[in-house]
């Protein structure tokens, strides 16, 4: 059906564009609060959402688990909301001014990192195709990295770390993303609820810890009010509605299409955060179109590969 699967395409856009703002919005929030009570903050109104609407469209029943894959909902949604929560934004906060970029590219190798999950988790291998277009990709990153100056990275100790983080970030949404074809029988209202309450309690115990363990602290009354509109915009548009929109269209177009949507986010935070006045450089952008060639090639390949997979199986 050309208008379901149009819807899906609308759905994914819509999330991936809300997420290439939410990282420029994220810059300005991360200068004033740490990215773990933040975090925290986020999916305590995110989860509560989820979980009204998901009553007010299934029932509350929706919420029981009963004898379904109950430690595998919880693993996805700490690592999609708490993994990815915590990694990609402290990534974006070690990186400094240029972070909403690096960020933002570092999510568009995603639907790499899904190809190489699917290997681990499926057995199904990348072709040397796609191991070709990986390698691409992260030239891409480092491009953007290093602002065009791959040997500059070797100097800078920061960039080492604020990878790491930034590409755990990734690998953890990739991992939630693909998770969701291991639920195929819930809605994606239940799979984003679940997994968000889920993910939750993994948020609260790992702040928590931090702050015992005096690596982080409780935020002052006056830093929360001044990041009010941030957190706003972070829970309603790029946690509600994205994430909702995000489930909802790959439940219709498949994950393994879905992702390359997410070839939309660097090129929103760069308009955005050009818009905004952070100097981009053309070792940036052809960082950039290096990263959306390459997942083009990519999708490209696999779309045909599976169409002449599908006639040759039609034929015997």
Not at 252 to 264: A, K
Request: glycine fraction near 8%; hydrophobic fraction near 55%; charge should be positive.
């Amino acid at each position: 059906m050309p208008n379901t699967y149009m819807t899906g395409i609308a759905l994914c856009a819509v999330a991936a564009i809300s997420w290439g703002i939410s990282f420029p919005v994220m810059g300005e929030a991360l200068a004033a609060i740490d990215p773990f009570n933040f975090t925290a903050m986020r999916y305590s109104a995110a989860a509560i959402i989820f979980v009204v609407l998901l009553i007010s469209k299934e029932g509350i029943q929706a919420l029981n688990l009963k004898a379904e894959r109950f430690m595998l909902a919880w693993l996805l949604g700490s690592s999609g909301f708490c993994g990815y929560g915590f990694f990609i934004f402290h990534g974006q906060q070690l990186a400094g001014k240029s972070g909403a970029l690096s960020a933002s590219v570092m999510i568009a190798t995603t639907p790499m990192l899904t190809q190489l999950l699917n290997w681990v988790l499926r057995g199904s291998r990348p072709s040397a195709t796609s191991f070709g277009c990986i390698v691409m990709s992260f030239v891409g990153v480092m491009l953007v990295l290093t602002k065009g100056n791959p040997a500059a990275l070797m100097a800078q100790s920061i960039t080492f770390e604020s990878t790491a983080f930034l590409l755990l970030g990734a690998v953890s949404w990739a991992f939630y993303t693909l998770g969701s074809s291991f639920f195929p029988t819930w809605s994606a209202y239940r799979y984003t609820a679940i997994t968000t309450l889920l993910g939750l309690i993994t948020i609260l115990i790992s702040n928590e810890a931090l702050i015992a363990l005096s690596f982080n602290s409780r935020p002052h009354m006056e830093t929360v009010i001044s990041i009010l509109p941030h957190l706003f915009y972070m829970v309603l548009i790029a946690g509600v509605l994205a994430v909702l929109c995000w489930n909802m269209g790959n439940k219709i177009i498949s994950p393994v299409n879905g992702v390359l949507f997410l070839d939309i986010v660097p090129l929103t935070a760069f308009i955005t955060t050009a818009v905004t006045g952070t100097p981009i450089n053309s070792g940036q952008l052809l960082g950039a179109l290096l990263v959306g060639t390459s997942l083009l090639i990519n999708n490209l390949y696999r779309r045909k590969w599976n169409s002449c997979f599908k006639i040759r199986w039609e034929r015997s």
